[in-house]
C-alpha cells in the first residue's frame, strides 16, 4: 500500500493487515490524535468462559498454568478483574492471550 500524505504526517491505511493478521492497529490521523481500530472477534470473546476459549483455541499445554478460579468466568470478568489488580486474572488473561497456545 502507498502511503497517504495528510499535514506533515503521513497515513497509513492498517485496515487490510488488522484483518488478515488479527492484530488491532492504530491508525495515525491529522492532528495527532490515535484512534483504536475495534475487532469484532475481541467483542465476540467477551461472551465466551475462558474454558469455551481453551477447548476451541488452545493446546491443552495451557491447562498447566491456567488459574482454576477463572476457568469458568466469562472473558469480561476476567477482564475486569485484571484492570482491578488481580494477579491470578493477570495472568488467565495473559495465557488466553498468547499465541504460544494456539492450536
Avoid: C, H
Wanted: charged share 40%.
Amino acid at each position: 500500500m502507498e502511503p497517504t500524505p495528510v499535514g506533515e504526517a503521513i497515513m497509513y491505511d492498517l485496515t487490510m493487515s488488522a484483518a488478515a493478521s488479527g492484530w488491532v492497529g492504530y491508525q495515525l490521523l491529522s492532528e495527532g490524535e490515535d484512534v483504536k481500530k475495534e475487532e469484532k472477534v475481541e467483542k465476540d470473546d467477551d461472551e465466551k468462559t475462558a474454558q469455551e476459549i481453551i477447548s476451541k483455541e488452545k493446546r491443552g499445554s495451557i491447562n498447566r498454568k491456567f488459574p482454576e478460579q477463572w476457568r469458568y468466568k466469562k472473558m469480561k470478568e476476567i477482564k475486569t478483574a485484571k484492570r482491578d489488580g488481580d494477579r491470578s486474572a493477570i495472568q488467565a488473561y495473559k495465557l488466553l492471550k498468547d499465541n504460544r497456545f494456539n492450536k
